[in-house]
């Protein structure tokens, strides 16, 4: 391997984005190898978790893992013009980030040289704190869509990660095991997320959100059974404490018109005029669809901001006019600014605002499901001792 330059420093700019030519060019070749004709983002999106989804847990084999804190991607492993080694991230907002002059390879079974192409892998960039400010990297895997071509959109979740770990992660980790000191010069750590049956929610809460070195916003709960599908699929459920229960918006602001004051007179200022530094009203829109007129947009509700809240955002000198920002309720029912989301480049479909919002007013606390933890190892216990 050549000792290139190490890890990446921003999981939100991975690498270099390609352009519009090379980037539709990406899209169609993902889209080939998918079997699709559609060229949006093709990764799964989840549901949010909702009362009626504990009986799902009792109904079917689920696995539990925690939700990252960090930037979806799908990571796509290909070869260049001259049959070299590639890899782009793919962002939710399908661009393409080429991992360029890094290391990163992913060997073959017995074949150090050797490589994967024409393959898939879903999962999440994290940036780990390791203390006294050291960061590193880290690619979390928590599915495979298409390995060396071969289609595995059918294959349960089991079986999909069953490919990964014998052929992709296998190799890997015998690989840096052999070679540790070349893991500095990855652009990132690759490491499989740590799934649990769903009943080993308590083991969740007490072990393994503990001991996490990056953020963590809630767990994930992905049907063992079922294929994996492009856009929302409902086997995929988003669990969030109810305080943390988030929507994404677009942000648009109203400016107040006021009238000129005593120092705006003695400016020459003598008509009315748009205050753009005083506090504006904060709107948020959630996306409605797109037909032949563009996007259209809804209105929700009106963010509540404090004036120190609009000084902070104006001295960030950033665009805020468009810009989608994740929001959630406060425990006064006020819709309150958490971040921004520039790595989405839109908001939430308003069927997604009315899920979430139903995941709100229905909420299930860890204490639920911590509680129906039994009754899920119970009916997983039966279903599995009824097939043996």
Not at 38 to 66: I, K, M, T, W
Not at 119 to 128: F, H, K, P, Q
Not at 178 to 197: D, G, I, N, S, T
Not at 318 to 342: A, K, N
Request: hydrophobic share 35%.
């Amino acid at each position: 391997m050549n000792q290139e330059p190490g890890p990446i420093q921003s999981i939100a700019e991975p690498g270099i984005k390609a352009g519009p030519v090379l980037a539709q060019r990406l899209r169609r070749e993902v889209a080939n190898l998918l079997n699709r004709t559609n060229l949006s983002f093709p990764g799964a999106q989840p549901v949010s978790f909702e009362r009626r989804h504990l009986e799902e847990l009792r109904q079917q084999d689920y696995y539990v893992c925690e939700k990252s804190d960090g930037i979806r991607y799908l990571l796509y492993l290909t070869t260049d013009e001259d049959g070299r080694e590639l890899h782009y991230l793919i962002d939710r907002k399908n661009d393409y980030w080429w991992i360029q002059h890094r290391n990163l390879h992913f060997p073959l079974k017995d074949n150090d040289a050797g490589f994967h192409t024409d393959t898939l892998i879903d999962g999440e960039l994290v940036m780990d704190e390791l203390g006294d400010g050291r960061k590193e990297p880290r690619f979390l895997v928590f599915d495979c869509l298409v390995l060396d071509r071969k289609d595995l959109l059918s294959r349960s979740l089991d079986k999909r990660l069953g490919y990964f770990r014998d052929h992709i992660m296998g190799p890997y980790k015998d690989l840096f095991a052999r070679y540790p000191e070349e893991l500095r010069y990855q652009a990132f750590k690759v490491e499989m997320k740590e799934m649990q049956v769903a009943y080993g929610i308590e083991m969740m809460f007490r072990e393994v959100l503990p001991k996490l070195k990056h953020g963590n916003d809630g767990l994930i709960f992905t049907c063992r059974n079922s294929e994996y599908r492009h856009g929302t699929d409902q086997n995929i459920l988003k669990w969030k404490p109810v305080t943390e229960n988030t929507i994404d918006f677009r942000l648009r602001l109203r400016f107040r018109t006021v009238n000129p004051d005593d120092a705006d007179r003695s400016e020459g200022i003598t008509a009315p005029y748009v205050d753009y530094d005083g506090l504006p009203v904060a709107e948020l829109w959630a996306y409605a669809g797109s037909g032949s007129g563009g996007a259209s947009y809804t209105f929700f509700k009106n963010l509540y901001l404090t004036e120190d809240e609009w000084e902070t955002l104006k001295s960030l000198g950033d665009p805020l006019e468009d810009r989608i920002v994740e929001c959630g309720v406060d425990e006064r029912g006020r819709w309150r600014l958490h971040r921004f989301r520039d790595d989405k480049s839109e908001a939430n479909h308003t069927s997604t605002v009315t899920s979430v919002m139903q995941s709100i007013q229905d909420s299930v606390s860890e204490n639920d499901l911590l509680d129906a933890a039994k009754s899920i190892k119970d009916n997983w216990k039966a279903r599995a001792s009824k097939q043996r």
